[in-house]
């Protein structure tokens, strides 16, 4: 455990629906891109060996101990107790993450076996770049052409994360950088086959083509999704669940489909400011924050009713990012009072019960850090 207490620079990053997606113009290139050396950053090895040699499993934690360098830490659920650690340093490679996005969000930006982490390559003599993945080794692999291949317009393609269902890599092409609307496209890992979406095309909760959209995908695929729709509204099997907080209730209906003629759903108990969304928990059950971020509900979906159920103890504690274990039964979730942050465990069928304590860190986390994954 010593070596991750007392860390500061921790890193912050949804169910179940089919998306089809009007594609715009495959192609095959003749070679796969060949995989890049990125300059290394400060502490990262300075030659490349067998990557992401050790699994991961337990709770996972992202952190981030240097600009550019993100490290996933394996905690054992029963002790707390670091297992395993992987670093992945972006050197003239830029990581795809954003410090501000919930963890379950942040997961995309990694493979299915947490052993590459989403990157955009550097930018290429025609002003171009490429989307790809860095290795906990430093070595860039870019997946897409970093140009354009004739006289036409060069691309920025820069990567988004990894749609964890079908493994395909998500890129944009912002507007503005080489694409006169902004685009989306994704390629295939394998085959290196890659896709670039109309701008036309509709996608889940918007509309693929704005200026500096950014998306994500849900842990079975679900998506793309509008990372607006983050803390505001929760994805459950198909159906969209959207805070309404001037009447106090949720508004409910097919992804996408929320508007101001929605009819609401009302709370249960009533009495319970409409919580905020932190993640989804399978396909009818999510779990949402109180509006002082102290408490943790489960929500269920009922009939015209979503039923909150109050998890933890009254306490004055603040409430950070939140991790499900595979059978949906147990959340893990980092607390802070004053200058003490805890990472603590409390069963998904209790009512205000005690959590559990896992670990105690010797600094106050902030808002930099990220709980992943929990990995069997």
Known sequence: MAAWMGRAGWLAMAATAGLLLCACGTTAPAAPPAPQASLPAPGSPASPAAAASTSLHGIIL??????????????????????????????????????????????????????????????????????????????????????????????????????PMTGDLWYQTPQGNGSSGGQFGFVNPATHVDTLVKNSSGFQNGVIGGYNDRVYFGADGYGPVDIGAVPYSVFLGGMQVERDPVNNAYQIARDGKVSVMTPDTRLSPSSVDVPWMKLPIDATQFLAADTSNQQLYVGTLGHKVVDLQPLLPVSSRTVGDAVVNPAHTVVAFVATAGSQTQLYEASLSAHMGQPRLLASFNANLGGAYGLIDWVP
């Not at 795809?96 to 996005?101: M, T, V």
């Not at 995309?108 to 990157?119: D, K």
Request: net charge negative; aromatic share 8%; hydrophobic share 35%.
């Open 62 to 163: 992202a952190t981030q101990p240097s600009s550019n360098t993100i490290e996933l830490e394996a905690l054992n659920p029963a002790t707390g107790a670091v297992t395993a650690t992987r670093t992945f340093a972006g050197g003239s490679a830029t990581l795809a993450y954003d410090p501000q996005d919930p963890g379950y969000v942040w997961r995309q930006a990694f493979n299915r076996g947490l052993t590459e982490m989403a990157a955009t390559g550097p930018q290429a003599s025609d002003g171009s770049t490429s989307a790809g993945f860095v290795n906990d080794q430093g070595i860039y692999t870019p997946l897409t052409a970093s140009t354009s291949g004739g006289y036409g317009t060069p691309l920025q393609k820069a990567a988004i994360g990894f749609n």
